[in-house]
């Protein structure tokens, strides 16, 4: 099985930054994409970033320029460097990866969510 697990998450007054991080961990043959997601009250889960095996990244058009994907292959590890942060940007946010295990099967997998609240 794949683990993932968030950390960063937090309270910030709007205009301020924070960085989360996710780390994978289990039966990883290799990852192949990984992204950022979040779910606002009320809203349903949106893409916002993600970042290929290739490292290739795409964004969500709500925060470009001011979010940056990056990994750390050897630590199986995803970051994501929140800038000038909204009140809009208020969620709970997951990790995701797209992962083929040890036993050869490719699935994906969710960490648990961590929240970011933004105050005005």
């Known amino acids: 099985q794949v683990r993932l697990v968030e950390s960063g998450g937090g309270l910030v007054q709007a205009g301020g930054s924070l960085r989360l991080s996710c780390a994978a961990s289990?039966?990883?043959?290799?990852?192949?994409?990984m992204g950022w997601y979040r779910q606002a009250p009320g809203k349903q889960r949106e893409m916002i970033a993600t970042?290929?095996?290739?490292?290739?990244?795409n964004y969500a058009d709500s925060v470009k320029g001011r979010f940056t994907i990056s990994k750390d292959n050897a630590r199986n590890t995803v970051y994501l460097q929140m800038n000038s942060l909204e009140p809009e940007d208020t969620a709970v946010y997951y990790c995701?990866?797209?992962?083929?295990?040890?036993?050869?099967?490719?699935?994906?997998?969710w960490g648990q969510g961590t929240q970011v609240t933004v105050s005005s």
């Open positions: 970042i290929s095996r290739g490292t290739n990244t």
């Open positions: 289990g039966s990883i043959f290799v990852i192949n994409d």
């Open positions: 995701n990866a797209d992962v083929t295990t040890t036993a050869l099967r490719r699935d994906v997998y």
